[in-house]
């Protein structure tokens, strides 16, 4: 028997059946790979390429907006506020190598804000929800929700007003950690020179001391004088010499300190300091964080009123079948606990203003404290200036009288050393009280100009 032969399929028999995408699933399937490759972009960008911007991201990330754009109230504020150091001194010029070595993720946190304020001013606009069903190995089902919105109950303003209060937030904490950042710089400054000038006065102590010592030591050798006058001039020697090394390493670590915040660009022979004016009558930075805190806060309670009430939307669904339009009634999270939600919101308000208040009345309190520990400091550098006068001349009195015999060498080390000592405090006033300028300098946001941020 011959075997049955098959046949063979011939090359042109007709091809597989493959199911038909209609013009829905096409779009869909559109919209799903835009959405890979980035996202739906409107008409002015997709000429830009992708990864790109039409503004530089850099401009989002300063305080003062880019121009044609608007500012809130408070950033505007801070954007106008002055500084108090000069153009040209050394603490302008430390502030200066300050912010040039900040890292600046202060001001990429303030762009971050932006971008998200940016994607929320755009929830006016409908939202586009793609979606692909495999019904099975044969079917593929897809479809295009459009939904808008008609009552939402704020809630969509209320995250604009959010974004908004987070940019605003950011650019309060820009303002505070670079005028903290600049504090600090200038605090190690200040001790640096504060430790320059009493190290300046304990070696003229010192070197007078040495010389008391060596004439005892010559009149022992001459045997006017007994080891126990030695001993105590020494001694003395001994405790500014100490004093000294003090002072030295003290400014060392203080200049080093600064170095590693500015990135050594410091000149190693920047010295001196220079009388710093009054902030300028602003609130402080204090209570525009609250004040931003306050209005994330209540558009947050706003958003969690709208969520606990009944809500409308339009949508419209495209298909296979065309264009289905229809109406939503959705956004509604009924509970137990809905009456305490929307009396928790109803509330918000009153806490906000409350702390608010509190944070006013702890920056006043905070000013004032500062501006009397710096009226008192004053007093005390004017009275002791008086005191130091009398107890140089003093000491001159008792070179005087030392030459005439009438005062021993131990009187003589004892008033050298007391005027010393008087003398390293009178030379620590000006850096006290420049310290506590600078504090409220930085509570006011006042040490670096709000254009520079």
């Given at each position: 028997m011959v075997p049955a032969r098959h046949p063979i399929p011939s090359a042109r028999a007709a091809p597989l059946t493959l199911p038909r995408l209609s013009f829905g699933a096409l779009l869909a399937v559109a919209v799903l790979l835009s959405g890979c490759q980035g996202g739906l972009q409107p008409p002015a960008m997709l000429a830009i390429g992708r990864g790109q911007s039409p503004a530089d991201p850099a401009l989002r990330q300063r305080l003062a907006p880019e121009s044609g754009t608007a500012a809130s109230p408070l950033i505007a504020d801070l954007a106008a506020r002055p500084s108090v150091l000069a153009l040209g001194t050394p603490f302008a010029r430390v502030a200066d190598a300050v912010l040039a070595a900040d890292p600046g993720a202060d001001a990429a946190e303030l762009g971050l804000a932006r971008l998200r304020a940016e994607a929320a001013a755009s929830n006016r606009w409908p939202t586009l929800t793609p979606a692909l069903t495999l019904d099975s190995?044969?079917?593929?089902?897809?479809?295009?929700?459009?939904?808008?919105p008609l009552l939402d109950h704020g809630r969509r303003a209320a995250e604009r007003a959010r974004a908004a209060a987070e940019v605003d937030a950011a650019a309060v904490t820009l303002a505070t950690r670079r005028n903290a950042r600049i504090h600090e710089g200038l605090s190690h400054y200040l001790t640096a020179e504060q430790a320059r000038a009493q190290g300046a006065?304990?070696?003229?102590?010192?070197?007078?001391?040495?010389?008391?010592?060596?004439?005892?030591?010559?009149?022992?050798?001459?045997?006017?004088?007994?080891?126990?006058?030695?001993?105590?001039?020494?001694?003395?020697?001994?405790?500014?010499?100490?004093?000294?090394a003090a002072d030295t390493q003290t400014r060392a670590q203080a200049l080093a300190d600064l170095a590693a915040?500015?990135?050594?660009?410091?000149?190693?022979?920047?010295?001196?300091?220079t009388p710093l004016p009054a902030p300028p009558a602003s609130e402080p930075l204090a209570v525009l964080a609250a004040r931003a805190k306050g209005a994330k806060a209540l558009a947050e309670a706003r958003i969690s009123r709208a969520n606990a009430l009944p809500g409308l939307s339009a949508n419209a669904t495209v298909s296979d079948d065309g264009l289905t339009p229809g109406l939503g009634l959705g956004g509604v999270r009924l509970g137990l606990g809905s009456p305490a939600t929307l009396a928790a919101a109803d509330a918000t308000p009153d806490l906000v203003a409350r702390q608010t208040a509190e944070a006013q009345q702890t920056a006043a309190r905070r000013a004032t404290e500062l501006q009397g520990r710096i009226a008192q400091l004053r007093t005390r550098h004017l009275e002791g200036a008086a005191v130091l006068r009398q107890t140089l001349d003093n000491l001159e009195l008792y070179v005087e009288q030392y030459s005439i015999g009438r005062r021993s060498l131990t009187d003589l080390t004892a008033q050298t050393a007391a005027a010393a000592r008087l003398e390293r405090d009178q030379a620590a006033f000006p850096y006290e009280i420049a310290r506590l300028e600078l504090e409220l300098a930085r509570d006011a946001g006042a040490l670096v100009d709000g254009g520079r941020l």
């Amino acid at each position: 028997m011959v075997p049955a032969r098959h046949p063979i399929p011939s090359a042109r028999a007709a091809p597989l059946t493959l199911p038909r995408l209609s013009f829905g699933a096409l779009l869909a399937v559109a919209v799903l790979l835009s959405g890979c490759q980035g996202g739906l972009q409107p008409p002015a960008m997709l000429a830009i390429g992708r990864g790109q911007s039409p503004a530089d991201p850099a401009l989002r990330q300063r305080l003062a907006p880019e121009s044609g754009t608007a500012a809130s109230p408070l950033i505007a504020d801070l954007a106008a506020r002055p500084s108090v150091l000069a153009l040209g001194t050394p603490f302008a010029r430390v502030a200066d190598a300050v912010l040039a070595a900040d890292p600046g993720a202060d001001a990429a946190e303030l762009g971050l804000a932006r971008l998200r304020a940016e994607a929320a001013a755009s929830n006016r606009w409908p939202t586009l929800t793609p979606a692909l069903t495999l019904d099975s190995l044969a079917g593929l089902a897809a479809q295009l929700v459009i939904d808008q919105p008609l009552l939402d109950h704020g809630r969509r303003a209320a995250e604009r007003a959010r974004a908004a209060a987070e940019v605003d937030a950011a650019a309060v904490t820009l303002a505070t950690r670079r005028n903290a950042r600049i504090h600090e710089g200038l605090s190690h400054y200040l001790t640096a020179e504060q430790a320059r000038a009493q190290g300046a006065v304990a070696a003229r102590a010192a070197t007078r001391l040495s010389n008391l010592h060596d004439i005892v030591q010559a009149r022992i050798q001459g045997g006017l004088s007994d080891r126990s006058e030695a001993q105590i001039i020494a001694q003395t020697m001994a405790e500014m010499q100490a004093t000294l090394a003090a002072d030295t390493q003290t400014r060392a670590q203080a200049l080093a300190d600064l170095a590693a915040l500015t990135g050594n660009a410091l000149p190693p022979d920047l010295t001196g300091t220079t009388p710093l004016p009054a902030p300028p009558a602003s609130e402080p930075l204090a209570v525009l964080a609250a004040r931003a805190k306050g209005a994330k806060a209540l558009a947050e309670a706003r958003i969690s009123r709208a969520n606990a009430l009944p809500g409308l939307s339009a949508n419209a669904t495209v298909s296979d079948d065309g264009l289905t339009p229809g109406l939503g009634l959705g956004g509604v999270r009924l509970g137990l606990g809905s009456p305490a939600t929307l009396a928790a919101a109803d509330a918000t308000p009153d806490l906000v203003a409350r702390q608010t208040a509190e944070a006013q009345q702890t920056a006043a309190r905070r000013a004032t404290e500062l501006q009397g520990r710096i009226a008192q400091l004053r007093t005390r550098h004017l009275e002791g200036a008086a005191v130091l006068r009398q107890t140089l001349d003093n000491l001159e009195l008792y070179v005087e009288q030392y030459s005439i015999g009438r005062r021993s060498l131990t009187d003589l080390t004892a008033q050298t050393a007391a005027a010393a000592r008087l003398e390293r405090d009178q030379a620590a006033f000006p850096y006290e009280i420049a310290r506590l300028e600078l504090e409220l300098a930085r509570d006011a946001g006042a040490l670096v100009d709000g254009g520079r941020l």
